[in-house]
């Protein structure tokens, strides 16, 4: 038997998708009467095949053989040129992948402590051994290097197994995906997406989703069919599962049934080392005294140590000078000041002011009506009724006064009560109408309101 009908034997008896995921550069470099030496695209690719489908493999050329013989695995070598060559299509034909994942965020570039060694290694794990940590849930405030992570996978097997495809989503983006898909009645398409044309999927900052049912529901399937088609799925959340309360139970037990790591606040000593690396990633020269500084002073969101630092490289640029310990100060006291102002923006107070406003824009896009239509002292029945829907969502959701709502919708108070006791008969009297707009809006709101408390 020849080589190439040997490799289109062992083809036809494999399965499309693990060919196609993992076997496309099989090659038969050896075959004689004892032995057959299979080539696979790189070193990363052949020990994953060799450990996922070795046997399987050694078994089907068996039998195709119809004699036992050696099968060995070898990475195919590849010459520089054939690289570029190999790596010119790939990049047309992948152009969404490339700028998918910021080359920042690499695993070089992740400083590891006692923080957050945890959580590097185990997104290491998965691109070397998929599917043995599945799902891997990690989770950490904000600006600890989760999705750093995410993006360190990606560059990872982009680099490493360049055929798997991996595939990144917020979501948030997973959510507006999949509104599009409903819209466009083609949810075949978003599904196609999601659990198809996806070897590893990263989902980040999966907190956005607590109140979202519908979309909470659609991940738990997208995630099912992954799983069991022994596709690597990574999450990352800055709640813990258990913080999770609101999520469907039975996509919490998915979570809990992989790998659940965190990543903590980092020490000075790391945030010192992780200055130095940002520093270094952007060539600004930055003295010890200058990054131990920063590390003291600037808080654990490493967000801010690299706003810091890029503001540092900013004034290094203009002045023409290193970085110096005087500048620092002035950043971080800069920063300081403006993070009174987001307490301030984040009072209670404006919190509801937010709210009241996003209620009376889902009543009006419900009602298909102008925002300013229901300020408007029109009297067309569509204003009207939104007029009287939102004055009793004031009153039951948001449990305004009276005297209040009748200050915001600019009525009378007695029009008021009028408005909301004619809500309530509706409701009693069972309109379905009005009965399916509230609940539309009710939903909603839920669903913002996820946004606006976190
Ligand atoms: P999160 O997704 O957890 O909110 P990010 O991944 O966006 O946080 O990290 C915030 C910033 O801090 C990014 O610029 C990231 O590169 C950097 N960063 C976080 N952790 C590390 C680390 N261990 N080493 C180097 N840079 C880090
Ligand atoms: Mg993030």
Not at 47 to 66: D, H, M, P, W, Y
Not at 155 to 173: C, G, I, Q, R, S
Not at 186 to 210: A, G, H, P, S, T
Not at 327 to 335: G, H, L, P, Q, R
């Amino acid at each position: 038997m020849e080589k190439h009908e040997l490799i289109e034997k062992l083809r036809s008896n494999m399965s499309r998708d693990t060919w196609n995921n993992w076997l496309t550069t099989a090659q038969i470099l050896e075959l004689d009467n004892k032995k057959v030496v299979v080539g696979l695209g790189n070193l990363f690719i052949k020990e994953a095949v060799e450990k996922r489908f070795g046997s399987i493999i050694k078994e089907t050329i068996n039998n195709i053989l119809g004699k036992p013989v050696e099968v060995v695995f070898k990475e195919i070598p590849i010459s520089k040129e054939q690289k570029n060559a190999v790596n010119g299509p790939i990049i047309k034909n992948r152009p969404l992948k490339l700028s998918e994942f910021n080359p920042e965020f690499t695993f070089d570039s992740f400083v590891t402590g006692n923080s957050n060694r945890i959580a590097y290694y185990s997104a290491l794990e998965v691109c070397k051994n998929p599917g043995k940590y599945n799902p891997l849930f990690i989770y950490g405030d904000v600006g600890l290097g989760k999705t750093h992570l995410l993006h360190a996978i990606g560059n990872f097997l982009m680099e490493n197994a360049p055929d798997l495809k991996v595939k990144y989503v917020t979501a948030e983006d997973f959510m507006n995906q999949m509104m599009d898909g409903i819209r466009a009645s083609d949810m075949e398409n978003f599904r196609e997406r999601f659990r198809r044309n996806v070897d590893f999927l990263l989902i980040d900052d999966v907190q956005f989703l607590i109140g979202k049912n519908t979309v909470q529901s659609e991940l738990f399937h997208t995630f099912n069919s992954l799983f069991n088609s022994r596709k690597q799925i990574v999450i990352c959340s800055d709640r813990t599962p258990d913080e999770l309360a609101t999520f469907h139970p039975r996509l919490i037990s998915r979570f809990e049934m992989g790998l659940i790591t965190d990543i903590q606040a980092p020490d000075k000593a790391t945030k010192y080392l992780i200055a130095k690396k940002m520093a270094q990633m952007i060539s600004l020269q930055l003295t010890d005294d200058v990054a131990y500084y920063l590390a003291e002073h600037v808080d654990t969101n490493l967000r801010k140590l690299r706003g810091a630092i890029m503001n540092l490289l900013l004034q290094s640029q203009i002045s023409g000078a290193p970085a110096n310990i005087e500048s620092a100060k002035t950043i971080v006291n800069s920063m300081m000041r403006m993070n009174a102002n987001k307490v301030r923006f984040q009072s209670p107070e404006v919190l509801e002011t937010v709210k009241i406003d996003t209620v009376i824009d889902l009543v009006a896009a419900e009602f298909d009506i102008n925002r300013k239509d229901i300020f408007s002292s029109s009297r067309k029945k569509e204003i009207a009724l939104a007029r009287q829907v939102l004055a009793y969502l004031f009153k039951t959701t948001m449990k305004l006064k009276t005297k209040d709502i009748s200050e915001k919708l600019d009525k009378n108070h007695s029009t008021i009560i009028h408005s909301i006791k004619k809500i309530e008969h509706s409701l009693l009297m069972g309109n379905e109408m009005i009965k399916n707009k509230i609940n539309n809006i009710k939903n909603k709101l839920e669903d913002e309101k996820g946004i606006l408390t976190l």
